[in-house]
């Protein structure tokens, strides 16, 4: 989808104007969507440029990750420390991240003051069934998992239990804008993107199902032994981290509603 219509072009010298920095990366994000555009509207810029630079680090995040997960699973830590430290970096750094954006978001409600909040309903399906039951599967199956563990080691329990409370408050942090935040829009097709914008906000800053992976230190604290449960386990990480991939391809499989979002291309 071409864009036809003009649009002012954004002035990113200007106060509470986007960045030269958020121009490109909306220019690329909308691209990515079939919009094709020489300068994206100043509303679609800061939300949307602000979230492309968070998530720029990301790369950064996966070695990080590694890192800790290599750290986590050496003898010498003890087990309830290891699913506090996982959950920690698991959940804070993906936090960090969105409250990176947020600045942006307070400047694009100047730009366009926000709206009637969505429904429960309608926020729900914008989000994606596919991630609302990757976050139930991950804290539902995760205190069952717990739970049992506390009949064979109560302190792996305790820990395990801790970093389910670490992922439960910094997935409400995020959701709960997410799902209850006005609606910061000025036409059809930046409702559109607020919309898609949901959807990524909790898929990328609140991805639950990475604490899944509590359930596979759990396996590696009862090495050689099997732990209880064992097919359970599995199947809880495979639905867990399922569902979040699905959620995270039907994300990108969603197009933008035809209209004006910025200067035409060419």
């Given at each position: 989808?071409?864009?036809?219509?003009p649009?002012?072009?954004?002035?990113?010298?200007?106060?509470d104007?986007?960045t030269?920095?958020?121009?490109n990366?909306t220019?690329?994000?909308l691209a990515r969507?079939?919009?094709?555009?020489?300068w994206?509207?100043?509303?679609?810029?800061?939300?949307v440029?602000?979230?492309?630079?968070?998530?720029r680090?990301?790369s950064?995040?996966?070695?990080?990750?590694g890192?800790?997960?290599?750290?986590a699973i050496?003898?010498?830590?003890?087990?309830?420390?290891k699913?506090v430290l996982?959950?920690v970096?698991?959940?804070?750094?993906?936090?960090l991240?969105?409250?990176?954006?947020?600045?942006r978001?307070?400047v694009?409600?100047?730009?366009?003051?926000?709206?009637?909040r969505p429904?429960?309903r309608?926020a729900?399906?914008?989000?994606g069934w596919?991630?609302?039951?990757?976050?139930?599967?991950t804290?539902?199956?995760?205190?069952?998992l717990?739970?049992?563990?506390?009949?064979t080691s109560?302190?792996?329990?305790?820990?395990?239990?801790?970093?389910?409370a670490?992922?439960?408050?910094g997935t409400?942090?995020?959701?709960g804008p997410?799902l209850?935040?006005?609606?910061?829009?000025?036409d059809?097709?930046?409702l559109?993107v607020?919309?898609?914008?949901?959807a990524?906000?909790a898929?990328?800053f609140?991805?639950?199902?990475?604490?899944?992976?509590?359930?596979w230190?759990?396996l590696?604290?009862?090495?050689?032994?099997?732990?209880p449960w064992f097919?359970?386990?599995?199947?809880?990480?495979?639905?867990?981290?399922?569902?979040?991939?699905?959620a995270?391809?039907?994300r990108r499989?969603?197009?933008?509603p035809?209209?004006?979002y910025?200067?035409?291309?060419?």
């Amino acid at each position: 989808m071409t864009v036809r219509e003009p649009a002012m072009p954004t002035d990113p010298r200007l106060p509470d104007q986007p960045t030269a920095a958020e121009v490109n990366l909306t220019r690329a994000w909308l691209a990515r969507r079939g919009v094709v555009v020489d300068w994206p509207s100043p509303l679609l810029a800061v939300r949307v440029g602000a979230r492309e630079q968070a998530r720029r680090s990301y790369s950064v995040f996966g070695v990080l990750l590694g890192v800790i997960w290599v750290a986590a699973i050496l003898p010498p830590i003890p087990v309830p420390a290891k699913f506090v430290l996982v959950s920690v970096v698991f959940t804070a750094y993906p936090l960090l991240q969105w409250r990176r954006s947020r600045p942006r978001e307070r400047v694009a409600a100047r730009l366009a003051p926000g709206g009637a909040r969505p429904s429960w309903r309608v926020a729900a399906g914008q989000v994606g069934w596919w991630y609302l039951t990757s976050v139930a599967i991950t804290y539902a199956g995760g205190v069952v998992l717990c739970a049992a563990r506390f009949a064979t080691s109560p302190p792996a329990a305790a820990g395990w239990a801790a970093a389910l409370a670490v992922g439960v408050a910094g997935t409400v942090l995020v959701l709960g804008p997410v799902l209850r935040g006005p609606v910061i829009a000025d036409d059809e097709t930046s409702l559109g993107v607020d919309a898609a914008l949901r959807a990524e906000d909790a898929v990328t800053f609140a991805p639950a199902a990475a604490l899944a992976l509590l359930a596979w230190i759990d396996l590696d604290a009862t090495w050689p032994s099997v732990p209880p449960w064992f097919p359970v386990r599995v199947a809880y990480l495979v639905l867990a981290v399922g569902t979040l991939l699905a959620a995270r391809f039907g994300r990108r499989s969603r197009s933008l509603p035809p209209g004006t979002y910025g200067t035409a291309a060419g």
